[in-house]
């Protein structure tokens, strides 16, 4: 009878040791966060959402000075303040545990949204609420702090340097004196007017002009009248008016 002894290093299927380590570490570190149930603690609790309360407050603060006017919703601006908070108490059950957080994206995923955003700059506000939501649930209190305080600069300067303010020129008048009353905007602004919308009736006919704030002012400087004042002279011209076009309903 024939003995065979074998000697050596347990089976790995030919695998290094690194990658032996590796595995097992990996193992070790998805059945330890599967399995941690680690609640935190109530000061930490508590510092969490009072921080998020805080910033939810700042950021309605922010929208609220943004969308002065009619453009501003009050119902929309305490449901940013609200998902701040809910988003904060969300990672607050799933920082410390992977299983929660699986199971909580299933929840969540039922959940859906169809209503029209108004505004672009909405979406900024919400993202804004649930970033820092996020923050203060894994307690990164300097880093939602600092990067909210440069965000409000950054609106604040955007909204008071970069908000366009253009004329529109609304001319209505017979078809008759159409030729004429073009000739004559574009005389009185050299060429810059741009005609945004051009609308010719059998009885009737009108005419809209885009024209910048600046433009108007200098050329009613230079030829010393209103061009309103100068159309209505024109026979067939009925009405002229000069309204506001800003990017926002504000002001």
């Known amino acids: 009878m024939t003995v065979s002894f074998t000697c050596g290093r347990p089976e790995t299927d030919g695998k290094p040791d690194a990658v032996v380590r590796l595995e097992k570490n990996m193992r070790e570190f998805i059945v330890e966060n599967l399995t941690n149930t680690e609640a935190l603690s109530v000061t930490v609790i508590l510092m969490n959402n009072v921080i998020a309360l805080i910033v939810a407050f700042f950021i309605m603060f922010t929208y609220k000075i943004s969308y002065a006017g009619p453009a501003y919703s009050r119902k929309f601006n305490i449901s940013i303040g609200s998902i701040t908070i809910i988003t904060a108490m969300i990672m607050s059950i799933i920082s410390n545990n992977i299983a929660l957080s699986l199971g909580m994206v299933g929840a969540l995923s039922i959940i859906r949204f169809r209503t029209a ?13 649930i970033a820092a939501g996020i923050g203060c649930g894994v307690s990164q209190y300097a880093l939602i702090v600092i990067g909210s305080a440069f965000l409000l600069v950054f609106l604040i300067i955007t909204r008071k340097g970069f908000t366009s303010c253009n004329k529109l020129l609304v001319v209505q008048g017979k078809p008759d004196c159409l030729h004429k009353t073009e000739a004559a905007v574009d005389t009185f602004f050299s060429g810059k007017a741009h005609v945004s919308m051009r609308n010719v009736t059998e ?3 009108e005419l809209v002009y885009s024209i910048g704030e600046g433009i108007l002012y200098k050329a009613a400087k230079e030829n010393q009248m209103d061009i309103s004042e100068k159309l209505i002279k024109i026979d067939g011209v009925k009405r002229v008016n000069i309204v506001d076009q800003k990017d926002e309903l504000s002001q």
């Open 117 to 129: 955003v108004k505004d672009v700059r909405d979406a900024t506000y919400i993202f804004w609420a």
């Open 203 to 205: 009885g009737s006919f």
